[in-house]
T-cell receptor, first 114, second 113 residues
Framework: GAGVSQSPSNKVTEKGKDVELRCDPI?????LYWYRQSLGQGLEFLIYFQGNSAPDKSGLPSDRFSAERTGGSVSTLTIQRTQQEDSAVYLCASSPRQGEQPQHFGDGTRLSIL | GENVEQHPSTLSVQEGDSAVIKCTYSDSASNYFPWYKQELGKRPQLIID?????GEKKDQRIAVTLNKTAKHFSLHITETQPEDSAVYFCAARVTGTASKLTFGTGTRLQVTL
């Protein structure tokens, strides 16, 4: 596609529910990243994919967070048993390959936990 | 791990004036430094980047400088316009860390008429 696409754009859910966030990277981009942006804050790295493998999961804040990528394209970030502190904008970015390549961001998913 | 500090957190300038945003990083192995502009409710957009083998890079009204010895880099916007109003983020990437970026906390730039 023309750019990184994320869905849903907004998600409101009750505490304790599970949520799935989707990222469709730019066609042909092998590297995919998830970041989290809390209100008024910078971007916090969560996880990085190269193809379908995740060589760096160091930013996942707890074992309630997981992500997968299939077919070297679409990625899903899953948050289980959501907590209020999970409320944030979740941003996905992709780049043509790892290394010194600019990362292009999607519009994000604004997640609100009630 | 890498730590990036960004100053100031807010910056107000008059249209036509210059704006400077500064960042410092902690890991001397960092080799790539992008700057992103984020308008309210929008995605971060890459506006300029610099690699560690270069000291300065310019693109029209935007320039970035890098001082590897002091481990700091700066964004310079000249002849500011109202549409430059946004939040600007600096970031750094350490060589060999699978390309993740460490971001500063952002600078909210307001260009007034």
């Amino acid at each position: 596609g023309a750019g990184v696409s994320q869905s849903p754009s907004n998600k409101v859910t009750e505490k304790g529910k599970d949520v799935e966030l989707r990222c469709d990277p730019i066609s042909g981009h092998t590297a995919l990243y998830w970041y989290r942006q809390s209100l008024g804050q910078g971007l916090e790295f969560l996880i990085y994919f190269q193809g379908n493998s995740a060589p760096d999961k160091s930013g996942l804040p707890s074992d309630r967070f997981s992500a997968e990528r299939t077919g070297g394209s679409v990625s899903t970030l899953t948050i289980q048993r959501t907590q209020q502190e999970d409320s944030a904008v979740y941003l996905c970015a992709s780049s043509p390959r790892q290394g010194e390549q600019p990362q292009h961001f999607g519009d994000g998913t604004r997640l609100s936990i009630l | 791990g890498e730590n990036v500090e960004q100053h100031p957190s807010t910056l107000s300038v008059q249209e036509g004036d210059s704006a400077v945003i500064k960042c410092t990083y902690s890991d001397s192995a960092s080799n790539y430094f992008p700057w992103y502009k984020q308008e309210l409710g929008k995605r971060p957009q890459l506006i300029i980047d610099i690699r560690s083998n270069v000291g300065e890079k310019k693109d029209q009204r935007i320039a970035v400088t890098l001082n590897k010895t002091a481990k700091h880099f700066s964004l310079h916007i000249t002849e500011t316009q109202p549409e430059d109003s946004a939040v600007y983020f600096c970031a750094a990437r350490v060589t060999g860390t699978a390309s993740k970026l460490t971001f500063g906390t952002g600078t909210r730039l307001q260009v007034t008429l």
